[in-house]
Nanobody, 122 residues
Framework: QVQVVESGGGLVQAGGSLRLSCTAS????????MAWFRQAPGKEREFVAG?????SYADSVKGRVTISRDNAKKTVYLQMNTLKPEDTAVYYC??????????????????WGQGTQVTVSS
């Protein structure tokens, strides 16, 4: 069983930055496809960014967000800059073993974290 744990959320003013971290247990972390999703109140969970053979970003965050990973630390990061109030959501980290899958397909992820709250004030 792989455990996924997010950290780094918090309250930030519009225009500010946050870096989220996600650690995943398991001996084969380097082979996981890792992604960040977010879910705002009353909305569906949406894809934010993913990293595997390459990186992928949602249009809504492209240019403001960078996903990266440190396989030695079994950690994936989400650096978020120029934050907007509409970025307010619970951010979830997810892991899957298989590639060749649409990043945004939440049903294809094997493991999820508990989420970390990001609140951007105007």
């Amino acid at each position: 069983q792989v455990q996924v744990v997010e950290s780094g959320g918090g309250l930030v003013q519009a225009g500010g930055s946050l870096r989220l971290s996600c650690t995943a247990s398991g001996r084969t972390f380097s082979s996981y496809f890792m992604a960040w999703f977010r879910q705002a109140p009353g909305k569906e969970r949406e894809f934010v960014a993913g990293i595997g053979w390459s990186v992928s970003y949602a249009d809504s965050v492209k240019g403001r967000v960078t996903i990266s990973r440190d396989n030695a630390k079994k950690t994936v990061y989400l650096q978020m800059n120029t934050l907007k109030p509409e970025d307010t959501a619970v951010y979830y980290c997810a892991a899957r073993m298989n590639g060749g899958i649409r990043w945004s397909d939440t049903s294809r992820y094997d493991y999820w974290g508990q989420g970390t709250q990001v609140t951007v004030s105007s």
